[in-house]
């Protein structure tokens, strides 16, 4: 395990210094997480089937979707409050009794420099952790699991690996996104119940396409289909893809 992340709090180990991710990351290093917090959702009864849970949103991403639901929070996160650290840590610290858990999205989660810091944090208050993620950074998505950090991930499969170039505004070749997303397959082998799988049904993707990507998963996974809902390039806030209205997030 990199030594930049944590484990759980209930295991004996405890971080000398407080969590970054492994400096692979294209960011600085000493960057924080809590300049990346930019957005809650109190309650959310659909990001986590069958779970109560907040939602953390996290500013950046590592795409250009041309699609993107989120593109403001993704692409511009200065243009979104801060959400304080310490209303934050209170807010998971006064609700947990009512919460099932605690999902952690973007943005993509991933490309925040010390995920590992946050995710730690809401562990130490005893609220279990989901990461929704793009899964073109798949070692993190294993960090999270290995230490205990994170319960679950959800991710997103766009569609043929061919058509990621253009699903992802250029940023990932096919290749990426077969290496990436086959590492995310491998991982969701060996960790029953761990993954699950969706897809928004954008614009000029085909039935065909749509049963190409269902054909990647692993054994024993279903594809989730979401319904595509154009975006909104006027005072849209942080509302992952297709899921939930704009503006029904709580900011500052």
Known sequence: MPVGFPRCPSSPYRPPQPARLAPRLDMEEHASIWTHVRGLQRLSLC?????????IFLGGCN?????????????????????????????????????????????????????????????????????????????????????????????????????????????????EARRNLESVFAQAERRPGAFSFRLTRVPGLTGDDIETARGYLPAGHTLTLQTYRAPRRANAHADHEARRPVGNVVNG
Not at 50 to 55: D, E, I, L
Not at 141 to 169: F, I, Q, R, T
């Open 63 to 175: 795409l250009r979707c041309p699609t993107c639901h989120n593109f403001e929070l993704a692409w511009n996160m200065e243009s979104q409050p801060l959400f304080a650290r310490s209303k934050l840590l209170l807010f998971l610290a006064e609700r947990k009794r009512w919460l099932n858990g605690v999902t952690v999205t973007g943005g993509e989660a991933t490309c925040a420099p010390g995920l590992g810091e946050l995710l730690y944090e809401i562990r130490k208050i005893g609220l279990p952790v989901k990461l929704d993620s793009n899964g073109m950074r798949p070692e993190i998505l294993a960090e999270a699991l290995d230490s205990g950090l994170a319960e679950h991930c959800a991710v997103d499969v766009k569609g043929p690996y061919a058509l990621y170039p253009a699903l992802s505004g250029d940023r990932v070749t096919a290749a």
């Open 47 to 55: 990001d986590w089937p069958g779970r109560s849970c907040c939602v």
